[in-house]
């Protein structure tokens, strides 16, 4: 995915691969985040996780709200969404 994306934003031309490489790397950390979670039993720490995930996507949709921000903010939504439900107990 992440080499994908790079290859893709280097194809269009103008930008350097070094300038690209940060963000790209910072998207791919926010969506690993986020699947990591889904994976921890401990609701408690699956939930610090998702916030993380949360944190990263709203900072990455701010930054780039001109062009694929919009994405990056509905996927925030979704990680402070799936949190708010990791803090609720899990029915026995």
């Known amino acids: 995915m992440l080499a994908a994306y790079l290859a893709l934003i280097v194809a269009q031309g103008g930008v350097a691969l070094i300038d690209v ?7 791919l ?3 690993l985040a986020a699947l ?3 994976q921890f039993e401990d609701r408690r720490i699956a939930r610090k996780i998702m916030v993380a995930a949360a944190g990263l996507f709203t900072l990455l949709g701010v930054v780039s709200i001109f062009s694929i921000g919009i994405g990056f903010l509905v996927a925030a ?3 402070v969404l799936a949190a708010i439900r990791l ?4 029915p026995e």
Not at 87 to 90: A, E, Y
């Open 29 to 31: 950390i926010a969506a």
């Open 21 to 27: 490489l940060p963000w790209a790397v910072l998207m």
């Open 77 to 79: 939504v979704l990680a």
């Open 87 to 90: 803090s609720g107990t899990r």
């Open 36 to 38: 990591a979670a889904a």
